[in-house]
């Protein structure tokens, strides 16, 4: 089934913009409707700022109380988010319009993830950036991708903050280990497997664990064959270097456009203590991510 119902989260950032292309270009080639929602940043709104150019503050976001706003920067700060606001609007729309593209347009608060959340619960594809460091300071949306893929219930494109994406989907590496997770982002990832070479790749710790999951890996290539996929094995012994080293070692030597990879087979807390290999990819991907829970 291809993708038919996309939504992307941008900011006023040249990331922000560059993934609101590539979103474009995706429902171009699928002939879907776009949702765009474009994140204000919180510290700088005000209901009043909002307003004079007809723009509703979204819900629960937070304005300038009396006491901290004054009539100085604070002020021209909402006027700047404000501007920046409607012109990202009238952007998104005349994209539609020139492009034929059916699709809607949301404004969130920065840290709203509860808002964007619902939204990526009932859409085929939602597309997101990596959170840069320092996201405050450069004007970045502050929504932690990983909170989207845990709570949504479906596939996120993780857009990295450094590079250039046209498109997605062409050259494809499937990280996978036959967890339920992997499983559930290889037929989510589907209607961008169609047309593209994929090499799925299962990193093993020895090889006992290699010979004991090729059978699995066998059928997993035989599936994508049945769906028009031209799929490739190919089993890595870890040794001493991190499954997510491993996998972005691999796509830059593939040269591919994406890693479709499950999502947080532990949790993140655990990850985030422990170490994972979600948490590595999202930290250090060079290349888009497709993640399922």
């Not at 941008?10 to 879907?32: E, H, I, K, P, W």
């Not at 320092?134 to 929504?143: D, H, L, M, T």
């Not at 559930?184 to 961008?192: E, G, Q, T, V």
């Not at 972005?248 to 203590?273: F, Q, T």
């Amino acid at each position: 089934m291809p993708l038919k119902d996309l939504l992307v989260s941008f900011d006023r950032t040249a990331a922000g913009y560059a993934r609101l292309d590539l979103a474009f270009n995706l429902a171009r080639a699928s002939r879907a409707h776009l949702a765009g929602a474009y994140v204000l940043p919180e510290t700088n709104v005000s209901p009043a700022g909002s307003a004079a150019f007809g723009l509703a503050p979204p819900a629960g976001m937070t304005g300038l109380g009396e006491e901290g706003a004054s009539p100085g920067g604070m002020a021209s700060g909402v006027l700047r988010e404000a501007e920046a606001a409607e012109s990202a609007e009238q952007h998104f729309k005349s994209k539609l319009r020139l492009q034929g593209i059916d699709g809607e347009w949301h404004l969130l608060a920065d840290g709203d993830s509860a808002a964007l959340i619902e939204l990526a619960k009932s859409v085929d594809l939602t597309i997101v950036g990596q959170r840069p460091p320092n996201s405050e300071a450069n004007g970045a949306s502050r929504f932690r991708p990983e909170d989207i893929v845990m709570t949504a219930g479906r596939p996120v494109l993780i857009v990295p903050y450094a590079g250039t994406f046209e498109t997605v989907g062409k050259r494809i590496l499937f990280a996978w280990d036959g967890t339920r997770e992997a499983n559930r982002a290889m037929h989510d990832a589907l209607p961008l497997f169609t047309d593209a070479d994929a090499t799925v790749v299962f990193v093993g710790s020895n090889e006992r664990e290699l010979a004991q999951h090729r059978p699995a890996l066998d059928r997993v290539i035989h599936h994508l064959h049945h769906h028009g996929v031209a799929a490739k094995p190919e089993e890595t012994l870890r040794g001493g270097l991190a499954v997510s080293d491993i996998l972005l070692s691999r796509a830059a030597d593939l040269a591919a456009d994406m890693i479709v990879s499950g999502g947080y087979h532990h949790s993140p807390l655990r990850e985030a203590l422990l170490g994972g290999v979600s948490r590595e990819l999202l930290q250090h991907m060079t290349v888009p991510v497709l993640m399922s829970h």
